[in-house]
């Protein structure tokens, strides 16, 4: 079955960096979404950057865009979150997700909400303060 372990959170202050990963395995997808949403208490679950493997192609929320970067290590199923310039702002549950790719463009699947992924992490909460 389909695992993902995300690690690396932690509490940090305003304008330092955390590095998250999610290691994936037991997938079958030849093509997927995967990426990273976080959900903060009393709000909806958001995207925050997103991958397409069948596009080789990168989405990123506004809020981020210009600190949040996500890389991928393809032969160890590993995607990881680099966060810059934190702001209490980011203080959330961030977890790794993936889904199967159906054509959408990352826009539009990341306007769609959590809906277009079927695997989810634990989480792995990130403080910024």
């Known amino acids: 079955h389909v695992q993902l372990v995300e690690s690396g959170g932690g509490l940090v202050q305003p304008g330092g960096s955390l590095r998250l990963s999610c290691a994936a395995s037991g997938y079958t997808y030849d093509a997927y979404y995967m990426g990273w949403f976080r959900q903060a208490p009393g709000k909806k679950r958001e995207a925050v950057g997103l991958?397409?493997?069948?596009?080789?192609?990168?989405w990123y929320a506004d809020s981020v865009k210009g600190r949040f970067s996500i890389s991928q290590d393809n032969a160890n199923n590993i995607l990881d979150l680099q966060m810059n310039s934190l702001e209490p702002e980011d203080t959330a549950m961030y977890y790794c997700a993936l889904g199967e790719f159906f054509g959408a463009s990352l826009a539009t699947v990341a306007a769609r909400g959590t809906r277009d992924f079927d695997h989810w992490g634990q989480g792995t909460q990130v403080t910024v303060s």
């Open positions: 991958i397409s493997s069948k596009r080789r192609s990168t």
